[in-house]
């Protein structure tokens, strides 16, 4: 069974770090796209960023480029993202997702094919 559990969000003031961590059981990560969203209430999700299974490239949505780094540790079968200068604009519930690749154009971050879903983590930034 495919399983993607997201820890690591909680309350920060602005300016601060957080780390998300996504762990996989059922699967490696090594086989497919995964890519990190977010999502606030009465708002569609968006795509943060993402690993590309085709060649392990990373992508980021404009928004969080030279704030935030996606990484991935296959020996714990995890990736991570790295959010640094956090504002109150991040605020948001935070998704790891895979699907068969993992992809960007025009700052839009996506997945392909049949997409699960983590439970999330939420992310609160204080100003």
């Known amino acids: 069974e495919v399983q993607l559990v997201e820890s690591g969000g909680g309350l920060v003031q602005a300016g601060g770090s957080l780390r998300l961590s996504c762990a996989a059981s059922?699967?490696?990560?090594?086989?497919?796209?995964v890519a990190w969203f977010r999502q606030v209430p009465g708002k569609e999700r968006e795509g943060v960023s993402c690993i590309s299974s085709d060649d392990g490239s990373e992508h980021y949505a404009n928004f969080v480029k030279g704030r935030f780094t996606i990484s991935s540790d296959r020996a714990k079968n995890t990736v991570y993202l790295q959010m640094n200068s956090l504002k109150p604009e991040d605020t948001a519930v935070y998704y790891c997702?895979?699907?068969?690749?993992?992809?960007?154009?025009?700052?839009?971050?996506?997945?392909?094919?049949?997409?699960?879903w983590g439970q999330g983590t939420q992310v609160t930034v204080s100003s």
């Open positions: 997702a895979i699907g068969a690749d993992a992809a960007e154009a025009m700052g839009v971050i996506y997945l392909l094919g049949d997409i699960y």
């Open positions: 059922g699967f490696t990560f090594d086989h497919y796209g």
